[in-house]
């Protein structure tokens, strides 16, 4: 049915399933009330399975982010009268309570009855409702239903049975007043695809700026990326690959090393363009060639770098050899290819490639009194700035078209090497504050005031803030989720999966107030029916899977709805205890209990690779740091009792010998590999090997709650010495092939 009349994600249910609930004194505060009503959870179980309130002052603090002044007693009264007398869900700017439809964004689905409640209906006036399709045609309903007998206003008619699935536009007309909205029409549930369906498949993680060749500029790209899929198809039969997310960053030093937190969702990464693999760089003049061979032997040598990249040192050099290709004129078809990327992608590309400019030209966004603040996409500066730098506006809508174009190349190259799935695409929750999305439409998010984490679980003590802010519920409800639409779209053109990280934010996220840490925040609801609709149309329409990070604090209802509409979860075995216990040290389950619809693995790019965790690196690392929250002793404890409850299950369930768990250091990689036997004993249809456990790798990829603490996404592949693994070895390195032929069931 419409999301207005579905049942809301239950937030006051602990890990066991049991629901706790907050006072009736409580209740009736209005505040509390005025928090519910406007979608703000008001309480919640944290992942302990503790009962937790949200305390007043972050209440109003998040309720003033999402428009709803609370700052005062008096200011709670008049905004729950005017809340309580109108839909909350309607457009942004209109008169709610004069609204026909219930909302700007409604969802069904295929096949199956739904009916559309009508409001503030003249009887008296004629009465037309028009539903226009995604391919233009239209369909008229004529079948309208009168409600209670004593409200005259009420009607309702039901939805033809037999609407393709896409984005329709509903529309309603009643004498002098008229409405519309979006109407979703999306499957009951996302196919898995036929090879999947067939038989469990299985692939490898990667960390794609980690892995270098000598043809790479330092830092993995994608070409590297290319040369990956086709040496995992052919060399160790592999089905898909997870890289981590390839959005669009800033376009000139210094970069941000965190692939989730980039400056746009809807575009991709130009740092990782192979200049090489453009095929005007064929075309260069000798001069023109030697400068940009020049500029690659001036950074090649990092390839063979141990220590944390330069990912400046490499976009510096890349950037004016990419300057030299663009300037180079392309041929009447190239031209014409160009034109038609530039139409598709509409005018996002445009604000993307305006921001980039205004960052090159007039510095930082972040620099103090910078024109982020200052400007915006109707400022006469920005247009004259694209008009005096036209050309560097086009060099940064192009580098997009070639980013575009490599990153469908790998997809292309996986599946002509016989992968089932081919890349799976990441997903990061949100976009950083000063970026692109954020500076030329505003509206979209809830900006200045909050930004997005998650509360403290077992793995991260303190919680997460993220830094990002999050996207307004009602810009999403009021526009037809179309930004959210589009950037599910651009991602599944290159991609047979998108993963979405902290899947639980289709659901709720954890805003946190300026001047709270991230224990101070609270979570704003979203309208998951619209959210996953997007998703199973998208993924149906690519043939494609969706597979959802819903790992930490996540209430059972959430998990269930996920799979229910064919989204795949997560199993990790460093998380699955029986019951789902947060302790460390209580037995884990048996892989017969992971959930089939699930992408099954041993570990998570936010664990140290499995070598390093078996030896306790993240209790090192974090007491290093200084993130822990209780005495080291205390965690290291912890750390060595949960090592010994896999250990038990992997000799209780014949993977591992009594001998190889007693010594640890010395059976690490038959360890590993018995983790990687107990994985493909799931029920997954989908298992999963990092490359890192494969090359066995001890370093840390990414340590949680930090930023310049840690080399964070800056640490290359490496080997259980320490050593540097390049792409060409990758796929030939004996205990890499080891792990694969484990994972395919050969050994």
């Known amino acids: ?80 009268a005017q809340t309580t007398a109108t839909d909350s869900s309607d457009a942004i700017g209109a008169k709610p309570s004069a609204r026909i439809l219930p909302s700007s964004t409604l969802t069904a689905t295929v096949g199956e009855p739904a009916t559309v409640r009508l409001n503030h209906i003249d009887s008296a006036a004629p009465l037309q409702i028009t539903i226009m399709l995604e391919d233009g045609t239209t369909h008229c309903r004529e079948e309208i239903h009168r409600g209670n007998s004593h409200d005259l206003s009420a009607y309702s008619f039901s939805l033809p049975d037999n609407l393709p699935i896409g984005y329709h536009t509903l529309h ?58 086709a040496a995992a198809a052919a060399k160790t039969d592999a089905d898909f690959m997870l890289i981590n997310p390839v959005h669009a960053g ?56 141990p220590n944390p990249m330069g990912i400046n040192a490499a976009w510096n050099a890349k950037r004016p050899a990419l300057r030299l290709i ?14 038609r990327f530039k139409e598709q992608a509409g005018p996002d590309l445009d604000a993307f490639a305006a921001w980039c400019l205004a960052f090159e030209v007039w510095g930082a966004p972040w620099e103090p009194n910078s024109w982020f603040a200052r400007t915006n996409r109707t400022s006469p500066e920005v247009a004259d700035l694209i008009r005096t730098h036209h050309d560097l506006f086009e060099f940064n809508r192009w580098l997009q078209w070639i980013a575009n174009e490599q990153l469908g190349n790998a997809q292309k190259t996986a599946r002509a090497n016989g992968m089932a799935i081919g890349l799976i695409q990441d997903m990061a929750v949100g976009v950083h504050a000063l970026g692109a999305d954020v500076w030329w439409s505003p509206e979209r998010f809830a ?61 709720r996220l954890w805003w946190i107030p300026q001047g709270k840490n991230a224990k101070g925040g609270a979570y704003v609801m979203y ?31 959430v998990r269930q709805f996920l799979s229910g509409h064919g989204v795949l979860g997560t199993d990790v075995e460093w998380f699955a205890r029986i019951d789902d216990s947060p302790n460390a040290g209580d037995p884990y389950t048996h892989p017969s209990n992971y959930r089939q619809l699930a992408l099954a693995s041993v570990t998570t790019h936010d664990l140290p690779p499995t070598a390093g965790y078996l030896e306790f690196e993240h209790v090192r690392l974090r007491e290093r740091l200084h993130l822990l929250t209780e005495p080291v002793e205390q965690f290291a404890r912890s750390a060595e009792a ?106």
């Open 326 to 339: 663009f300037d180079h004129p392309r041929s009447p078809e190239r031209e014409a290819e160009f034109a």
């Open 250 to 305: 800033a376009p000139v030093p210094p970069l941000e090393p965190s692939p989730y937190l980039p400056e746009s969702r809807r575009f991709f990464n130009v740092t990782y363009i192979r200049p090489q693999n453009i095929p005007e760089y064929a075309e260069l003049s000798s001069d023109d060639r030697a400068q940009v061979d020049e500029l690659h032997a001036s950074v090649s040598a990092n390839n063979d770098e």
């Open 527 to 557: 309208n998951y029916h619209a959210m996953i609709a997007i998703l199973s149309i998208e993924a149906t329409r690519a043939n494609g899977m969706v597979i959802g990070e819903d790992l930490g604090t996540v209430p059972p209802f």
């Open 172 to 229: 309603v007309a009643n004498g002098d007043h008229d409405d519309q909205a979006t109407l979703m029409v999306a499957p009951a549930c996302i196919p898995l695809p036929q090879a999947v369906a067939e038989r469990p498949r299985w692939g490898w993680m990667a960390q794609l700026y980690s892995i270098r060749s000598h043809d790479s500029w330092g830092v993995g790209d994608y070409g590297d990326l290319t040369e990956l899929l």
């Open 447 to 507: 900006v200045g005031s909050v930004t997005v984490g998650c509360p403290p679980d077992f793995y991260n003590q303190q919680g997460q803030d993220w830094g990002q802010p999050p996207f307004s519920p009602r810009y999403l409800e009021a526009t037809g989720y179309r930004v959210y639409r589009e950037m599910v779209h651009s991602m599944f053109e290159h991609a047979g999966a998108v993963r979405i990280d902290h899947a639980l934010g289709l659901f």
């Open 1 to 80: 049915m419409t999301p207005l009349d579905a049942t809301p994600c239950p937030i006051n249910t602990s890990i066991d399933g049991a629901e706790r609930y907050e006072s009736p004194e409580r209740l009736s505060r209005p505040l509390i009330q005025l928090a519910k009503i406007n979608g703000v959870a008001t309480s919640y179980i944290d992942q302990l399975g503790t009962y937790v309130e949200i305390s007043d002052d972050v209440l109003i603090n998040v309720l003033e982010a999402l428009g709803v002044e609370a700052n005062t007693p008096t200011a709670i009264e008049q905004s729950l």
């Open 642 to 747: 949960e090592r010994q409850a896999m250990l038990d299950l992997l000799v209780t369930g014949g993977w591992l010998t009594a001998e190889a768990a007693a010594n640890v250091p010395e059976y690490e990689q038959e360890i590993i590999e018995a983790m990687h036997r107990m994985l493909i004993s799931t029920p997954s249809v989908l298992r999963q090997a990092a490359i890192v456990d494969g090359t066995g790798q001890h370093a840390t990829v990414n340590q949680p709650g930090t930023s310049d603490q840690y080399p964070n996404w800056r640490v290359p592949l490496m080997d259980s010495s320490g050593c540097l693994v390049h792409t060409d070895d990758v796929f030939t390195n004996p205990r890499v092939l080891s792990l694969a032929a484990i994972m395919s069931g050969k050994q």
